[in-house]
């Protein structure tokens, strides 16, 4: 099947920015929509930011404007980056798709996570 390797997290003070890269690997014919999601302590996992596979993009309210989702099909890869980071973007961020491959058909896959820590 599809395997999702997020990578870029770390500690940030607030005002920092950050790149976060999910990596897709595997039987891969087709990623569909893909995005991130982050949850931090004691709350539910909230969508950060999505793109369709014709590059539509949707960003949570508390994000526009400072993130920016990106897609690159050559390389399988969907990038977050992380501007204006505040305290509260504090959280793990989980990199999701929802594609086709090879041997199953249709799946929806989350990564890892990686933990994104913004504080002075």
């Known amino acids: 099947q599809v395997h999702l390797v997020e990578s870029g997290g770390g500690l940030v003070q607030p005002g920092g920015s950050l790149r976060l890269s999910c990596a897709a690997s595997g039987s891969i014919f087709s990623i569909y929509t893909t995005g991130w999601y982050r949850q931090a302590p004691g709350k539910q996992r909230e969508l950060v930011a999505t793109?369709?596979?014709?590059?539509?993009?949707n960003y949570a309210s508390a994000v526009k404007g400072r993130f920016t989702i990106s897609r690159d099909n050559a390389k399988n890869t969907v990038d977050l980056q992380m501007n204006s980071l505040k305290p509260e973007d504090t959280a793990v961020y989980y990199c999701n798709a929802h594609g086709a491959d090879y041997e199953v058909g249709y799946l929806e896959v989350w990564g890892q996570g990686t933990l994104v820590t913004v504080s002075s």
């Open positions: 793109i369709t596979s014709g590059d539509i993009t």
